[in-house]
């Protein structure tokens, strides 16, 4: 069964910065891409970020240059820091990996004041 568990967020200032974990467990964490996604209130969710399994980065346009995404594969678990964090940044983060299906995490608050 596949469990994934965000932390980190929470309340920053506009400029500031955070750092969201994903660990995992269920899967050879390893094979697969992991990625995070937000949605804010009254938005469809979006894509944010993916690393591959070989540690190859994608990232959104909105969050190219800012935050990056990395893998521990020793402990199982995905990253993302956010740097230079802005207002329009604020939203419930989660984490995902497509394994037959899509798995996602509970999702973590990410809450960036102006």
């Known amino acids: 069964q596949v469990q994934l568990v965000e932390s980190g967020g929470g309340l920053v200032q506009s400029g500031g910065s955070l750092r969201l974990s994903c660990a995992a467990s269920g899967l050879a964490f390893r094979t697969y891409g992991m990625s995070w996604y937000r949605q804010a209130p009254g938005n469809e969710r979006e894509w944010v970020a993916t690393?591959?399994?070989?540690?190859?980065?994608n990232y959104a346009d909105s969050v190219k240059g800012r935050f990056t995404i990395s893998r521990d594969s020793l402990k199982n678990t995905a990253f993302l820091q956010m740097n230079s964090l802005k207002p329009e940044d604020t939203a419930v983060y989660y984490c995902s990996v497509w394994r037959i299906t899509r798995y996602w995490g509970q999702g973590t608050q990410v809450t960036v004041s102006s």
């Open positions: 690393v591959t399994s070989d540690g190859g980065t």
